[in-house]
């Protein structure tokens, strides 16, 4: 086990955005027994945005987004001690734990998942569109006929084509697929999305910039003749003389790669998600 790290100890000033919820005691929290020799793992429904742990007791960190990992730090506790108060905030609830020290091993909680009757609803609002609700509409997307037939890159006997571009809330959903006409598997070592100059005459770092994805549906890595993926990027404006780059690399030895630009125009002309759209035929 890796050394764990303290999950943000005592940030008030987050919580000063809660909504306000019916006052509870320690006592009436759901109580999880922990043990410094055990890793209590919690998991969530959906990505945790924040954790607080009350006091510098416990230790833990979050090894992928919607798991925590929680330990006392030392031994030398009584039995029923309350070692600390776990606060969980996910993208639509928030949940606490009450960490009750147990001198038992064999009583020490291994595995918690946060049940229904656990969460507390919570509009967040650093969360303008729950992971959920992107994946879903990513995926109709996916589903969905192609309605862009111009945009379009040839590289290594490789067709790379932009097949929608959907405004949502306040991100792009952009559409792509890849037809590969050889008989080489495509290893994908990494897709990346960035801003670039239409005329680059000497590459430097203030003419490239480096977008992150909000959301890459499909994980594939490899396709041999077709390949299809949905990139959520947060919505932006653009001056003309830059394009919107979607590349994909493949891996060493043999590092083939393949890039689609797409122009201002064809973003400006994003559909705006609704069920009619993706209804048609």
Known sequence: ????RTICIGVVAVFSCLPTFAQQTYEELEQLTVNEQVTTVITASEPIRFVDISTDKVVGDQPINNTIRLKPKETGHEDGEVL?????????????YALLYTTRMQEAVTD???ELRERNSYN???????LA???RFARRI???????????????R????????YAVGDYFFIDFSIENKTNIRFDIDEIRVKLADKKVAKATNAQIIELTPALVLEQAKSFRHGYRNVIVIKKMTFP???VLTIEMTEKQISGRNISLNIDYEDVLSADSFNRALLEEE
């Open 240 to 242: 003309n003389d830059k």
């Open 158 to 165: 490789m067709t790379m084509k932009l097949n929608n571009i």
């Open 112 to 114: 918690k998942e946060i």
């Open 84 to 96: 600390a108060i776990v606060t969980i905030v996910t993208e639509r609830y928030r949940t606490q």
């Open 133 to 135: 609700d992107m994946t």
């Open 142 to 156: 996916w589903n969905s006929p192609a309605k862009y037939h111009n945009v379009t890159s040839r590289s290594h």
């Open 1 to 4: 086990m890796k050394i764990f």
């Open 124 to 130: 967040n609002p650093a969360v303008s569109m729950p």
